[in-house]
């Protein structure tokens, strides 16, 4: 059982490139999430999907795309990198009500440099 | 949108000191959780909390819920090396959706 695990765990990007980052969960969770982390800025949300084919917006979702074509995966696209999204991004699930345990899954981060 | 305000940002204690992180929000809130965030991972989970005027106690750490549902807190007993890492309380307002706060980044000096 591995939860979540997130590829790249690092990257550099140049201006202009675009890359996807990877998310997968063997948690069999509906919920799933896109953080971006930056330095004493805490956690803002991206993007987030309810189930396969449902995705919605977060607080910070311009020069990104996701896609949810299944329980288990949930990519995030960058589409012509830019400087400012240089951050660490995190993936994250959500255990369904009733669970005694609420909190989110988080995968263990991406480190990402757009120079 | 909602937001969480945590403070103290930081806050550096000697070993064996207590320590509090403090949550505050404009609007009643159905949930808070709390989560660590050591140097360098990722968050992990510690707890949530519902009711309001609720206490919960994980050994050294006591977890409070505001009695109006608005504002929440961390306590740590007696400080130790291990407590190092940021500590973030994150909102829920009856979505599934959480608002992290910008957490508390503990230093503990040996």
């Known amino acids: 059982n591995a939860g979540v695990t997130q590829t790249p765990k690092f990257r550099i990007l140049k201006i202009g490139q675009s890359m996807t980052l990877q998310c997968t969960q063997d948690m069999n969770h509906n919920y799933m999430y896109w953080y971006r982390q930056d330095p004493g800025m805490g956690l803002k949300l991206i993007y987030y999907?309810?189930?396969?084919?449902?995705?919605d917006k977060g607080e910070v979702p311009n020069g990104y795309n996701v896609s949810r074509s299944t329980t288990e995966d949930f990519p995030l696209r960058l589409e012509l990198a830019a400087p400012s999204q240089t951050s660490v991004y995190f993936c994250?699930?959500?255990?369904?009500?009733?669970?005694?345990?609420?909190?989110?899954?988080f995968g263990s981060g991406t480190r990402l440099t757009v120079v | 949108g909602q937001q969480v305000m945590q403070i103290p940002q930081y806050q550096h204690v000697q070993e064996g000191e207590d320590f509090t992180t403090y949550c505050n929000s404009s609007t009643t809130l159905s949930n808070i959780q709390w989560y660590k965030q050591r140097p360098g991972g990722h968050p992990v989970f510690l707890i949530q909390l519902v009711k309001s005027g609720e206490v919960k106690k994980q050994k050294r750490l006591t977890f409070q819920f505001g009695e109006a549902k608005k504002n929440s807190s961390l306590h740590i007993t007696a400080t130790q090396t291990t407590d190092v890492g940021t500590y973030f309380c994150?909102?829920?307002?009856?979505?599934?959706?959480?608002?992290f706060g910008k957490g508390t980044k503990l230093s503990v000096i040996p």
């Open positions: 999907s309810v189930g396969a084919g449902i995705t």
């Open positions: 994250a699930t959500k255990a369904p009500q009733g669970f005694s345990n609420y909190g989110y899954t």
């Open positions: 994150a909102a829920g307002a009856g979505s599934y959706q959480l608002t």
